[in-house]
């Protein structure tokens, strides 16, 4: 039986130098870097972000992490990332280990247990004072979860397709916070995630703070 194919993803904007090369490389995974332009790495293979809005540039770097399928249709798993984030732990012992009886791995959020627990003090707080209560309307639970969005594992399945293409719609359709939707979306299709031990690694975490999957650069 082959070895199941993996690809790391991330996204960056147009600044030069804001994407570099993973200190941990993982042989037999592929790096897949969405840039706005091209940087100067050699581990990332490199795309150009899809342009397809013109008022939000915001979801234009969202887009493949979360579409991946949409990019990389032949991959089986996705470990989709921050560009600070880098993965610690060998990505087929995650797979096998996370997401072997599920079909999504997620970091619990630090600080937050659910939407409800989010501030709204932005300037897209009125957008997302509504979304959050039209999800109320619909009969979300409080306390049903909410997520560090910095890294996180799916399959390549067709309910991870049907979940991320509704999360698509939503983040479309109501705030670009990607963190604020995906809880309802997956409360609706009746999908429980994996919970990732400890929690994702904080820009200047050290020492236990840093968890056993991943780290972030300073």
Known sequence: MSSPKIAII???GDAKGSLKDPPIVHS???YIAFVGTKQGVFVWKQQHVV???SQSYKRNLLLPRILPQLFCANHDYYILI??????VVDPFELVDKYLSGTQL????HRTHSCVWDLPLTDVDSGCRFKQRDMYGDHGFPTQFGFYDLSLMMMRNSPIMLKMCLCWWEHIC???????????????????KPSILPGYAPELGATGDT???ISMRRN
Request: hydrophobic share 45%; aromatic share 12%.
């Open 10 to 12: 991330t996204a960056v």
């Open 28 to 30: 037999n995974v592929d």
């Open 51 to 53: 342009k397809f809005s």
């Open 82 to 87: 921050d560009p600070e984030q880098t993965v």
């Open 105 to 108: 791995g997620l970091f619990a």
């Open 173 to 191: 359709r109501y705030s670009a916070l990607p963190e604020l939707s995906l809880p309802y979306v997956m409360w609706t299709l009746g999908i």
């Open 210 to 212: 840093m968890g056993v």
